[in-house]
């Protein structure tokens, strides 16, 4: 009898993993997959701003990954830590790349960013199978990966700011219990060591650890180790000295977060100014209405998701703003949001996904029901108008030096005698420099 209390007591963590931690149906419908990996690629590198992608390099892309890699050996880069932490994919991308013709590194590093990021969406879509019914809302919610409404200069197709998609990522990776090991296993890895964030999904990892097939979260928990080491060490040079103001990351934080969930950031530019807080109090109540339900109606493994998710979205915009704060942010700044784009997606994704599972209980009382598809109508419009707007002709595509003619330039430099080459990319003032003899 005691044995049996003992054995019980054991187990208690274990069930209570496997109640918030379920296991998806194990569909495999492989030709949906491809075509979804197909068609979200498309989308990212054929939409006017990612077209644009193609023949212009980004920021990090171009001044440390590319530089790196044409200049330096491969050991020593994928061990060199920038701006305090690992950059250990981005960094095997650029080591790729730097194999190929100098005229294809832009496109090559934007065609790499893409097919990570729809591989993302194609997790998400995998692992959610587990937590919501409905199949509809699970490919809304892989698509907002790929269509997300959050900005489309910082983040679209560039290795630089991928790791805010990969925290996404890897967080489905660790609640995705049915998926393949050894590849889940190792896109942890290179996430985990590629994100100076991800150790704030130790807790999800800690319940997985509860479970069979713990693969993913050892591998998780080694990775994480590693960076923290790495950060723990490394230099990080502050963006600015400016004291944080409270307020204003309060603010901040809701129109980069429920408000740009609905309108982009771009759009934000517009209505904030025009209507205020008011802009804030109805995005507010949109987005935070289908989380409710999620914690109200949903199952326990639905309620637990929908906590989480909610938290961590919270949790990751104030870290942002608060590490990284500076006067640029504040959201009377002409540009509102413009300022760091790139620091809404992981924090809008989480939200969607709280959202989510509100919108997937859908009890049998009629006007609940009613209530739930509404929503979803909202979010499947947003989806739409999503897509629609990437297809317009938007503010953000880049208009700079496209990288052919840098390359041009750069060989022009050397044959008029010069030593080193500058090769000039986006943003705008970003170049880094070669020797002539590795520009040919």
């Not at 095997?92 to 790499?112: D, I, N, Q, S």
Request: proline letters at 6%; hydrophobic letters at 55%.
């Amino acid at each position: 009898m005691g044995d049996g209390r003992v054995t019980a007591t054991k187990i208690r963590p274990q069930a209570l993993a496997e109640s918030v931690v379920p296991e998806s149906n194990g569909e495999r419908a492989v030709t949906g997959y491809v075509l979804g990996f197909l068609g979200s690629v498309a989308f990212l590198l054929l939409i006017p701003a990612g077209w644009a992608r193609l023949d212009h390099l980004w920021a990090e892309d171009g001044a440390r990954f590319a530089v790196d890699a044409i200049r330096f050996p491969a050991w020593q880069n994928v061990v060199d830590p920038y701006g305090g932490y690992l950059h250990l994919l981005p960094r095997l991308v650029a080591e790729v790349v730097a194999l190929l013709p100098l005229e294809w590194t832009a496109a090559g590093f934007a065609v790499a960013a893409a097919v990570l990021r729809a591989v993302v969406a194609l997790v998400t879509f995998a692992a959610s199978g587990a937590y919501l019914r409905s199949t509809g809302l699970r490919f809304v919610l892989a698509s907002l990966v790929v269509v997300l409404p959050a900005g489309n200069s910082e983040t679209l197709n560039n290795m630089a700011n991928l790791h805010w998609f990969l925290l996404y990522g890897v967080f489905w990776a660790l609640l995705w219990r049915t998926g393949p090991r050894v590849p889940v296993a190792l896109s942890v890895v290179l996430a985990a060591l590629s994100s100076p964030l991800v150790f704030l999904l130790a807790p999800v990892a800690l319940v997985r650890l509860f479970l069979p097939r713990k693969e993913v979260p050892i591998a998780f928990f080694g990775a994480v180790l590693t960076q923290g080491l790495v950060m723990l060490f490394a230099e990080r040079t502050p963006y600015s000295q400016d004291a944080v103001d409270p307020v204003q990351v309060v603010l901040a934080s809701l129109l980069r977060v429920p408000v740009v969930a609905l309108t982009g950031s771009e759009r934000v530019t517009a209505f904030y100014p025009a209507h205020g807080n008011l802009v804030v109090l109805g995005a507010v109540l949109v987005t935070g209405l289908p989380v409710v339900l999620g914690l109200w109606w949903g199952d326990r493994a639905g309620r637990a998701l929908a906590a989480v998710a909610t938290g961590y979205s919270a949790l990751v915009i104030l870290l942002c703003l608060v590490l990284n704060w500076s006067a640029v942010l504040q959201v009377q700044q002409p540009g509102v949001v413009i300022s760091g784009q790139r620091y809404s997606i992981a924090p809008v994704l989480f939200l969607f996904t709280a959202m989510a599972v509100g919108l997937d209980a859908a009890p049998a009382v009629a006007w609940r029901r009613f209530t739930v598809r509404a929503g979803q109508w909202v979010v499947g419009i947003l989806l739409v108008s999503s897509v629609i707007g990437y297809f317009q002709e938007p503010g953000p595509v880049l208009r700079g030096v496209p990288w052919d003619v840098s390359v041009e330039q750069g060989r022009a430099q050397c044959a008029s005698g010069a030593a080193d080459a500058r090769l000039e990319h986006e943003p705008a003032n970003w170049f880094f420099v070669v020797p002539c003899g590795q520009l040919e």
